[in-house]
């Protein structure tokens, strides 16, 4: 049950990084707008590079997260087995009404 809370931990900053990810693309946004020069493209370079890392950074979260969930499932697949039917006899459930 411990990795089933690393890997929500793993997921949860995973999320973390898309979400600030989100916001500094946003930012982006704004600036690129605000900006209608030659420095803008120096700024469009800028975030470009900075959307790089970021979506670097977030893809090797969610490789590590990835590569947790498939070592779980290996070493207990038996209550993966048994935790992903109920998870989806609760969707279906929900679902239902």
């Known amino acids: 049950m ?12 995973l999320q973390a990084d898309v979400d600030a990810l989100r916001k500094d693309l946003s930012e982006v946004t704004k600036t690129l707008k ?3 020069n030659e420095s803008a493209r120096t700024k ?3 975030a470009a590079e900075r959307v ?3 979506s ?13 969930a498939v070592d779980q499932v290996r070493e207990r697949p ?7 039917f109920g998870v989806g006899m ?3 459930r929900l679902l239902q009404k």
């Open 2 to 13: 411990a990795a089933n809370t690393e890997t929500a931990a793993n997921n949860a900053k």
């Open 34 to 36: 605000a900006m209608g």
């Open 44 to 46: 469009a370079q800028a």
């Open 52 to 54: 790089r890392e970021v």
């Open 56 to 68: 670097g950074q977030a893809r090797d979260q969610f490789d590590h997260a990835r590569e947790v």
């Open 78 to 84: 038996l209550t993966t087995v048994a935790l992903t």
């Open 90 to 92: 609760l969707v279906g």
